[in-house]
């Protein structure tokens, strides 16, 4: 059975940094895409991030791009996600997700796209 456990949330101020881990079990990171989304109160979950470790692809949201950062360790089947000068507005509960099935670019950033979730951090920005 797939797993997966995130960490590393937390209350920061806007300017600051927090790096997101999201550990699995239960199956091999190299086989899987995985992704991290976000969701707000009062707001869909969103696609942040994602990474394919079999071509080593990364995407991002546009609202991320150039301050967050995807990596993965398959050895520790670990995927982090590095989040630098934080703002208010990416105040939600993070989740990673991860599916098996081959996907585009741009599905990668559908919830819909993928199998099993984990269970959510929070990261809360302060202005």
């Known amino acids: 059975e797939e797993q997966l456990v995130e960490s590393g949330g937390g209350l920061v101020q806007a300017g600051g940094s927090l790096r997101l881990t999201c550990e699995a079990s239960g199956f091999a990171f190299s086989d899987n895409i995985i992704g991290w989304f976000r969701q707000a109160p009062g707001k869909e979950r969103e696609g942040v991030s994602s990474?394919?470790?079999?071509?080593?692809?990364?995407t991002y949201a546009d609202s991320v791009k150039g301050r967050f950062t995807i990596s993965g360790d398959t050895a520790k089947n670990t995927v982090f996600l590095q989040m630098n000068n934080l703002k208010p507005e990416d105040t939600a509960i993070y989740y990673c997700a991860g599916t098996y099935s081959p996907l585009t670019l741009s599905a990668r950033f559908s919830s819909m796209a993928y199998s099993y979730w984990g269970q959510g951090t929070q990261v809360t920005v302060s202005s």
């Open positions: 990474i394919n470790h079999f071509d080593g692809s990364t």
